[in-house]
DNA sequence: ATGTCACTTTACAAGTGA
C-alpha cells in the first residue's frame, strides 16, 4: 500500500481554488501540505475541500503567509506554530499526525535579501526550527518536515549557480541551516530519487523565468531514516507551473509529490 | 535580472510581499 504525500506553496488558496481540486483528483494524494494560503481559517473554503473527502487542520491569519494540512484519513494532534518563533504572529508552521505520520509543514520566512532585517530574521527563524525540531523529535522515530523552505540546498538545486552566488535564496548562511536538519538525521527525499541538477519548484513571476528555465528548488520533503526507508518514488508536477494546465494562473511553486510503501 | 501575481486599503490606484 503506497501513502502520497504533495506538498505545494499555492501562492493565495482562493486564487488556486480550481488547480488544486484538479490536482487533488489529479495525484489522488492521501495527505497534502498547503504554504501560502493568505487567508484566516475562519474564512478558508473549507467545504469544498470536505467535500473531496479531505479532512482539514488550517493555520492562517491575514492577507499573508498561512498553512494547511489536508488528510483522507482524520487529523489528530493539530499543533500550530513552534516553540520559541521568533516571529509567532506570522502563522507559518503547522503540525499534524494523519494516519500514523507526523508531519510539520512550514513556511519559511523568505528573508527579501541578504543583509536586509528579514534576512537575521530567517536565520534566527531556522535556529528556533531546530532548536524546537531537536527538543521534541527523536531522528529515529517517523517524522516528515515538508514545505518551502525559501532556500535552496545546493548549487545543483539553482539553475545558474553564478547568478545566484550569494543571493537570498541561495546564501551560504541560509544553506548552512538546512544542512543543520540534515546533520540531525533528516534526509533529503527527492535526492533520494533525482541526481542534479534540479529539479525545481519554483520559478519567479517575472521576466518570463519559468519559460526561460530559470528555477530553483525551494520545497523540499525532509524524512527521518525509518521514514526514508519507505520512500519509492519522488516527483516535480511541473505541469501544473505551466499557464495552461488549469483553470486560472498557476502557482510560482510547482507541487511535490512523495510516495512511501 | 526582473517581461508578475495577489493581497490590502477611509480603495476605483498604490503600497507590500514574494
Not at 41 to 51: F, G, K, M, W
Not at 93 to 113: D, F, H, I
Not at 114 to 132: E, I, Q, R
Not at 138 to 143: A, C, G, K, R, S
Request: glycine share 8%; net charge negative; with cysteine.
Amino acid at each position: 500500500m503506497t501513502v502520497r504525500i504533495i506538498t505545494w506553496n499555492v501562492n493565495s488558496i482562493r486564487a488556486r481554488e480550481s488547480r488544486l481540486e484538479a490536482l487533488l483528483r489529479r495525484w489522488t494524494p492521501d495527505i497534502v501540505a498547503l504554504q501560502e494560503t493568505k487567508i484566516d481559517d475562519d474564512r478558508l473554503p473549507r467545504a469544498a475541500v470536505e467535500a473531496l473527502g479531505y479532512d482539514l487542520a488550517t493555520f492562517g491569519q491575514g492577507p499573508y503567509n498561512g498553512v494547511a494540512i489536508l488528510a483522507r484519513t482524520e487529523l489528530s494532534g493539530v499543533e500550530r506554530g513552534f516553540l520559541a518563533d521568533p516571529v509567532p504572529s506570522e502563522p507559518r508552521v503547522l503540525s499534524a499526525t494523519a494516519g500514523g505520520l507526523r508531519l510539520v509543514n512550514l513556511y519559511a520566512v523568505n528573508g527579501k535579501a541578504v543583509g536586509d532585517p528579514a534576512y537575521l530574521t530567517k536565520l534566527a527563524w531556522f535556529d528556533a526550527l531546530s532548536a524546537w525540531l531537536r527538543s521534541t523529535f527523536d531522528p529515529t522515530e517517523p517524522l516528515l518536515v515538508l514545505g518551502d523552505f525559501n532556500v535552496a540546498p545546493e548549487d545543483e538545486d539553482v539553475h545558474d549557480p553564478e547568478t545566484w552566488r550569494g543571493k537570498n535564496l541561495a546564501s551560504e548562511p541560509e544553506r548552512e541551516r538546512v544542512r543543520d536538519l540534515l546533520n540531525w538525521g533528516l534526509v533529503d527525499l527527492l535526492r533520494l530519487q533525482a541526481d542534479g541538477p534540479g529539479p525545481f519548484t519554483w520559478w519567479d513571476y517575472r521576466a518570463g523565468a519559468f519559460h526561460r528555465g530559470w528555477g530553483l528548488r525551494l520545497d523540499l520533503a525532509l524524512a527521518t531514516p525509518p521514514v526514508a526507508a519507505r520512500c519509492t518514488a519522488v516527483h516535480v508536477d511541473r505541469d501544473e507551473r505551466k499557464p495552461s494546465t488549469g483553470e486560472g494562473k498557476p502557482s510560482d511553486h510547482a507541487p511535490l509529490i512523495v510516495d512511501l510503501d
